[in-house]
């Protein structure tokens, strides 16, 4: 999936090998900041410890569960059925001849049009991703087929988390927005053509792909996710367990760009408002690590609480400065007054956080530092 920060690429790029040295010996390792999940999902299919992941955001936990939280491969029939209960949902919707017709103009007439006629029949329509989403971030033909997958998930509780989480890749693949959802395309001369290729991707195809990647991944332990604050986690914490930090460094909320996500999620209604239709503020989870005031507050409080447990901790962060107000260099010194720096190394990653460019997956490529700590 599409994901700001994600450590998918430095896992073979220095934070795997890191992982690697440092795992041996303990009892549990512990994503604290668990974002796509590529790092718990790594550690559980590869390692005999049991994965913890905790995040503020539901859609996290519901992506790290999907494979933590499991033992076992699923079969493809889970997907068979459930792709047959959505084909016979959305066939007895209301809208979907007026959805399937639009989807027809939208690669040969003007997209303008198009886009004004799918956001009035959009917001006709009483389901949650078609109503805050559609005309925008999806087409209405996208927008009700992932409705109608939304409602008839399979009632199996490891099928329907798997399902879930190859709904939100779908989500976040389809999404007509350069790398995240703080903004849609816009139906013009410079954006049209990305806005009409995204509404044409096929959901069903990429549905059956992300199905495909997800379902035969499994963990060596069952481990479990959690809706929760990395500082409140830390309380629950030992010796003997390792905690994987890798904190926003964004002075905006993760949550300004993975609304969509949430909805998902959520399932039902939110009201949503403007062009990058955002649920009101209120509803939307904050993080101390994203406001400039308080990052370095939080930061230093985890590292001196899982200190004071005997945890271990792996730190990834950018080298240089960060828009949350804290820096490479600032969280080795907070590291340093309460553990002992076993190892520290500077890797290549990507990030999206650059990403104000219409036309492009704006990764920048930045400098990320990998610090392998133990108590002192
Ligand atoms: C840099 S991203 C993590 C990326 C992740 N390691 C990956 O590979 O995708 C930071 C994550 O921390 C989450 N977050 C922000 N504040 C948090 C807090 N106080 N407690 C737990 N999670 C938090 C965000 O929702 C976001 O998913």
Not at 117 to 144: H, N, T, V, W
Not at 176 to 181: E, I, K, Q, R, V
Not at 289 to 316: C, M, N, P, Q, R
Request: proline fraction near 4%.
């Amino acid at each position: 999936m599409k994901y700001m920060g994600s450590k998918r690429s430095m896992l073979l790029n220095g934070l795997g090998e890191a992982i690697q040295s440092a795992v041996p010996g303990h009892k549990r390792f512990v994503d604290m900041f668990t974002g796509s999940a590529a790092v718990a999902w790594h550690v559980a299919q590869k390692y005999d410890v049991e994965v913890l992941a905790g995040d503020l955001q539901k859609y996290s936990v519901v992506l790290a569960s999907s494979v933590i939280g499991r033992t076992k491969p699923l079969k493809r029939k889970w997907l068979e059925d459930w792709a047959d209960r959505a084909t016979t949902w959305e066939a007895a919707s209301d809208f979907v001849g007026r959805t399937k017709r639009l989807q027809k103009r939208i690669a040969t007439e003007d997209i303008k049009s198009t886009c004004d006629r799918a956001r009035d029949l959009c917001a006709e329509m009483p389901y949650p991703i078609s109503k805050a989403y559609g005309g925008y971030y999806f087409s209405p033909q996208q927008s009700l087929t992932i409705d109608a997958l939304r409602a008839t998930l399979p009632l199996n509780k490891d099928a329907r988390c798997a399902a879930l989480a190859s709904l939100i890749w779908v989500a976040s693949r389809c999404a007509a927005a350069p790398g995240h959802t703080a903004q849609s395309f816009k139906p013009n001369l410079t954006a049209g053509e990305f806005l009409k290729a995204a509404w044409q991707r096929d959901v069903g195809a990429c549905l059956h792909q992300s199905y495909d990647a997800i379902a035969p991944m499994f963990s060596k332990r069952k481990g479990a996710a959690t809706k929760t604050d990395a500082n409140d986690m830390a309380s629950t914490l030992k010796e003997g367990d390792i905690a994987f930090l890798d904190p926003p460094y964004s002075g905006v909320h993760y949550s300004r760009f993975y609304h969509v996500l949430e909805t998902l999620v959520g399932g039902k209604l939110v009201a949503v408002s403007g062009e990058g239709r955002y649920p009101e503020i209120g509803k939307r989870p904050q993080s101390k690590y994203s406001l400039v005031k308080s990052s370095e507050d939080a930061f230093e409080a985890l590292l001196k609480s899982l200190a004071s447990v005997g945890t271990d901790a792996i730190i990834t962060f950018p080298a240089g400065e960060a828009s949350n107000g804290l820096s490479g260099e600032r969280v080795t010194e907070l590291a340093n007054q309460f553990f002992r720096i076993k190892s520290s190394k500077v890797t290549s990653r990507f990030s999206t956080l650059g990403g104000n460019s219409r036309n492009r997956d704006a990764r920048q490529p930045s400098e990320e530092m990998i610090l392998t700590l133990t108590a002192r």
